[in-house]
């Protein structure tokens, strides 16, 4: 007999005890057959609940997933309100769903029986101090996948139903063809379901889409994407084909704002993300949920105009965010006094230890995104501010000029608060598997 082979087409069937495969590990083709029984896959998605597991409280997969796809629509809430703020005592789930003590039990009480939410430790209820038995949903049940592709890489993560990174992984692009990028993250899948040999019900990509288009990216079935070179591809159709699940596509800013439904921003559902690397991008989150905004809106807001005798950006706008803020606008400002193109990292280092020319560049750009922040709770009235990607230390590099920059619009920083995420891709790709879990979840 060969080896056990943990491929997408093998795991996404109830395999017979004489399944073997000739390239272990690696996924073959959806109508490839057992070579013992000679029974082809069925379709992955139909089939996900029969897979042979066992869960985290010693249940057969297939009952638990059954008993996910069948929670009772009155119930549904609870189990969304668990997954979305994690472990929570009766007193401030009923508080939250605005439902007596005594409904809650009656809805809690079926979860708990299928094992798809548990009990935890006696705790004492932070409310009324009482000693409860906090909820739990039983996130390990269900793993999602989620993809971040960039300029040169693809970065991949396995997580659970609350988010949580089980496997990760990562492999740089050759070249920008859509074969190529779909093969890449089919090779990525395979190799991160193999680490736990356990089926994901779907996932998330996240990329940036075509700084003109007049759609959200996912709202298509045709992507054009400036940073791939790509027009009409059809990039979710190709990837589902290649995974053998359902998968959902979303802006990359979009997709790391979804991320804040698992994160900091749980209890702050009015928030706003700002991302500078190779360009700017923008999400603002209006009570819980991201705010649908097309691509060209995205790629106007880089350009609003901050000050009117500032730089030119590569559009040729005077002044505007783009100009100041962005990688290759810190860089090109210090390279004019240093004689030559530095690399950004070594801007940052020159900066911090006192070179006059680097310095200036690192203060002009943070006073710039002090503006930027202030001219975004001036008009959305949103308070927490999270700064990603590349260039998003320049705020803690030069704190005191970020917060001149807001001054000169709000008068005062004081009320905005400002959290700068440490960057890591595959904290990206971990949004793009939040977008997945949320569309799970929403389908309840």
């Given amino acids: 007999m060969g080896a056990r082979c943990f491929c997408l087409a093998a795991l996404r069937r109830d395999p017979c005890s004489g399944h073997s495969c000739s390239r272990p590990g690696v996924r073959q083709a959806a109508s490839t057959p057992c070579s013992q029984c000679r029974r082809p896959p069925p379709q992955y998605a139909a089939e996900v609940g029969v897979v042979r597991g066992r869960g985290s409280q010693g249940a057969p997969f297939d009952a638990w997933f059954d008993a996910w796809r069948t929670v009772p629509r009155a119930a549904q809430p609870v189990l969304r309100e668990l997954v979305i703020r994690g472990p929570q005592s009766r007193t401030a789930l009923a508080r939250r769903l605005g439902l007596s003590p005594g409904s809650l039990t009656r809805l809690a009480k079926p979860l708990v029986e299928t094992g798809l939410v548990v009990e935890r430790a006696v705790a004492h209820d932070p409310v009324h101090g009482r ?12 793993h999602f996948l989620g993809f971040k592709i960039t300029s040169d890489s693809v970065y991949a993560v396995l997580t659970d139903l609350r988010a949580r990174v089980v496997a990760q992984q990562s492999a740089p692009l050759m070249d920008f063809s859509p074969a190529t990028v779909v093969a890449r993250i089919g090779e990525l899948a395979d190799t991160l379901v193999a680490t736990r040999g356990r089926p994901p019900v779907a996932a998330g990509l996240a990329l940036g889409g075509d700084g003109h288009a007049p759609t959200p990216v996912g709202e298509s079935e045709l992507l054009d994407s400036g940073l791939l070179g790509w027009e ?32 900091n921003a749980g209890d702050t559902p009015d928030c706003a993300l700002l991302s500078i690397g190779d360009g700017v991008g923008y999400a603002l989150t209006i009570h819980g949920r991201p705010v649908r905004i097309t691509e060209a809106d995205i790629g106007l807001f880089g350009h609003q105009r901050l000050a009117q005798d500032g730089p030119l950006c590569p559009a040729g706008h005077r002044g505007c965010a783009v100009s100041y803020i962005t990688t290759r606008a810190v860089v090109m400002a210090a390279a004019q006094g240093l004689g030559r193109f530095p690399a950004y990292e070594e801007v940052l280092d020159l900066a911090a230890t006192g070179d006059p020319v680097c310095s200036q560049a690192v203060r002009q750009a943070a006073w710039a995104l002090g503006v930027l922040i202030a001219n975004i709770s001036a008009n959305t009235m949103v308070k927490s501010v999270t700064l990603a990607g590349e260039s998003a230390g320049i705020a803690d590099a030069a704190r005191a000029d970020l917060e001149s920059g807001i001054t000169a619009r709000r008068g005062s920083p004081e009320g905005i608060t400002i959290t700068v995420m440490r960057h890591d891709f595959h904290e990206w790709a971990r949004g793009a598997a939040v977008v997945a879990i949320r569309e799970h979840v929403s389908a309840l």
Avoid at 131 to 142: C, F, M
């Fill in 131 to 142: 000693p409860t038995r906090p909820l739990e949903v039983v996130a390990e049940g269900l």
């Fill in 232 to 263: 009409q591809v059809p990039l979710r159709r190709l990837a589902s084909e290649r995974l053998g699940i359902s998968c959902v596509l979303e802006n990359d800013v979009t997709a790391l704002a979804h991320l804040q439904w698992f994160g």
